[in-house]
């Protein structure tokens, strides 16, 4: 799972480190991404859809139905058998931008096994016109998604450097991840 403050790179670290393991051909052609479901959708203001920056109004029913959504979009992903499922974010850091957003949050249940962190250090902003990420805001966003995954006890990671860097990290991180959940146990006795 990919998580990040606005403008960190998630979406296109995530899109190319699936693209690289597609590109291994035979069976990792089926690897699955999830993009935000929050890129994708605007449920704002009573499911107005678009509208001005200033003008969207966030409430509960808005991170609720974007959680349920991108889980059902995670499971729908790996129900077509993806031998690795790369996700833009999921229900876990959804909570985290409730909190950005309404000033409270709920825990959410992520189903990643390792999260990567996409550091706001060194990324330029891009302001798409939905977007509040300054500096200040990013690095805010940064440091509560650190402690929310550290209070949770997530395997996680921080990806800094060139977006080259970046992609080759979680690229390793990934394939170590994959090492570990296909090797078993020793015998006990």
């Known amino acids: ?80 058998g993806s031998p690795l499922l790369v996700c833009d974010t999921d229900a876990f850091a959804t909570a985290v931008w409730e909190r950005r957003y309404l000033g409270s949050w709920r825990p959410r249940r ?25 500096l200040a805001v990013r690095a805010e966003m940064t440091a509560w998604f650190t402690t929310a995954l550290q209070e949770a006890g997530h395997a996680w990671a921080l990806l800094t450097g060139s977006l080259e860097q970046r992609v080759q990290l979680a690229i390793k991180i990934a394939e170590q991840t994959l090492r570990q959940r296909s090797t078993f146990a020793k015998p006990l006795g």
């Open 1 to 80: 799972m990919f998580v990040g403050a606005e403008s960190t790179g998630t979406t296109t670290v995530s899109r190319l480190v699936a693209e690289a393991f597609r590109d291994r051909g035979g069976g990792w052609r089926r690897t699955g991404w999830v993009r935000s479901t929050a890129a994708t959708t605007r449920t704002r203001s009573g499911g107005a859809e678009g509208g001005e920056l200033d003008q969207l109004v966030w409430d509960q029913k808005d991170f609720d139905l974007i959680a349920v959504e991108q889980r059902r979009r995670e499971e729908e992903a790996a129900a077509a």
């Open 110 to 134: 992520g189903l990643g096994d390792f999260y990567l962190l996409t550091d706001h250090v060194g990324v330029p902003w891009l302001n798409d016109g939905l977007r509040e990420g300054d």
